[in-house]
């Protein structure tokens, strides 16, 4: 089985700054892929960035050039720098580990708010 742990939410004021961390622990294989989503009330879930363990990432429209997406690859570990936060922004971030036939996997959650 597959476990993933986000951490980093909170509540920061428009323009602030989040990292936030997921890390995998479990049968975790080679040839996968990391990606954060976000789901805002009322909203269904999106993609907000992804990264492949070879190093290929996709950043959305709406998060290029505020977010980055970065990984360690040795340490099972996703990262999402997220700077100049704006309150639409403001959604419960989700991790996922694509391992493709070995299956999907979804973190927690946690919780990021944008307001001043």
């Known amino acids: 089985q597959v476990q993933l742990v986000e951490s980093g939410g909170g509540l920061v004021q428009p323009g602030g700054s989040l990292r936030l961390s997921c890390v995998a622990s479990g049968n975790i294989f080679g040839g996968n892929i990391m990606s954060w989503h976000r789901q805002a009330p009322g909203k269904q879930r999106e993609l907000v960035a992804a990264?492949?363990?070879?190093?290929?990432?996709n950043h959305v429209p709406a998060v290029r050039g505020r977010f980055t997406i970065s990984r360690d690859n040795a340490k099972n570990t996703v990262y999402l720098q997220m700077n100049n936060l704006k309150p639409e922004d403001t959604a419960v971030y989700y991790c996922?580990?694509?391992?493709?036939?070995?299956?999907?996997?979804w973190g927690q959650g946690t919780q990021v708010t944008v307001s001043s």
């Open positions: 996922n580990l694509n391992q493709f036939t070995r299956g999907t996997y």
């Open positions: 990264m492949s363990n070879d190093g290929m990432t």
